[in-house]
DNA sequence: CTACCTTTGTGAACTAATTCACAAGCTCCC
DNA sequence: GGGAGCTTGTGAATTAGTTCACAAAGGTAG
């Protein structure tokens, strides 16, 4: 496949949201308009980036709520459990791990790993606390696909290497600092530093 | 000014963060070539993005990281305080409370706002949990110009609209919604469902 | 002072992403 | 069945972003 543009992908994340709430209020079809006005984009914009992985429409009529949406799950890998472990018991780790965002989503978080004794075996509503000693032997179980990394700065780049080494395919870094990995390996960040600094960036170089 | 790239503040700010560990090792000098190394970008790019603010270095010396990050903190809008409250003292909201990542890079985070009664009043370290129904006052007031959104889908949008009215200059929305407002005021989102499908959507697709 | 080495700053070339604009296709209605 | 009215899908045009490539400038050594 055509390599598809980061925008894009983020694009049709934002339009599946749309459709799930139209779909849930009944809505039977929509239109690349309706989608443009919702995500802040045009409609050009909107059947551009659906066209990348085929053509889901009917002329004249717009789209089928229930089957774009079907169809845009699968694109984004949807049409199957994701599970997914967290590690850092911090903090950030214990937000996440409460989060219900994650399962509402489909993805199963099961557990929450950390090398800290006094946390090791507790647990967080349906998830446990893991030995990140154990880390290796449950990923390469198979239990896990995706690692959350929840972790200080400075453990980041080594536990994301065991993690790699064990056969994850990818992770969602929370830690403030870069991350390099094979590229074989799907990553993204998450910086709260650069989110807050480009909104001080936009407040002080304002063009209004 | 120049309208920049949402890609260039996000290296501005990654290039600062490289900048301050430089610098903390006490290294005196450094290179565009250094500092694409560390982003995973190249050296042409980095220049590039500078010169949009100026020119900082020295030919065939390269940059003094301490000026160049004094630069860049000020391009970024970092060389004043900022003061950030939180709206929503549930999960999220605490954790972010407890963050101590905001404090470090000079953010001063003083109180949480929710509408639980049972919430407001309590203190979460440093930081008080006020009452909702006081947050336009306190903006008015001038206590803060960010506000940092970890409230429900369905209330944020609401919220939004009541600390833009109060005077907000920038937001930071953490609720899994596409937020509306003035184009005079900065907003960012952190959207944990479209990082998650993100990372999905590469897994599934990979090239390789 | 000069030759040589290094690294910046920046137009020009290129590549990627977005927007335009319109033919094609579907529906409805007379 | 044919015309009117929509809305898609998509090449072409445009705009935005990145990379190239090199002259200019600073440093150093002889």
Redesign the pocket.
């Known amino acids: 496949m055509r390599?598809i543009?980061?925008?894009?992908v983020r694009r049709l994340s934002l339009y599946l949201s749309f459709l799930e709430e139209i779909e849930a209020r009944g809505v039977p079809t929509t239109?690349?308009?309706d989608l443009a006005r919702l995500g802040g984009?045009?409609?050009?914009?909107v059947?551009?980036d659906?066209?990348f992985f085929g053509?889901?429409?009917?002329?004249?009529?717009?789209?089928s709520v229930p089957e774009l949406s079907a169809r845009l799950r699968r694109i984004l890998g949807l049409g199957r459990q994701w599970r997914v472990c967290i590690i850092g018991a911090g903090k950030i780790g214990a937000a996440l791990a409460r989060y219900a965002g994650f399962t509402e989503r489909g993805f199963i978080v099961s557990a929450v790993y950390d090398s800290d004794p006094s946390k090791i075996g507790s647990r967080w509503g349906n998830v446990k606390v893991r030995d990140e000693a154990s880390l290796e032997r449950d990923i390469e179980a198979g239990d896990y696909q995706i690692a959350v990394l929840a972790v200080p700065a400075d453990s980041a780049q080594n536990l994301a290497d065991r993690v790699v080494r064990a056969g994850i395919k990818g992770i969602l870094n929370f830690a403030p600092v870069q991350l390099t990995v094979p590229n074989d390996v799907a990553l993204r960040a998450v910086n709260m530093a650069m989110e807050l600094e480009a909104l001080t960036f936009a407040i002080t170089n304002k063009v209004d």
Chains 1, 2 share one sequence.
């Open positions: 390599r543009a980061e925008s894009t239109s690349s308009e984009t045009t409609s050009a914009q059947r551009k659906l066209s053509s889901f429409g009917k002329r004249g009529l717009g789209y």
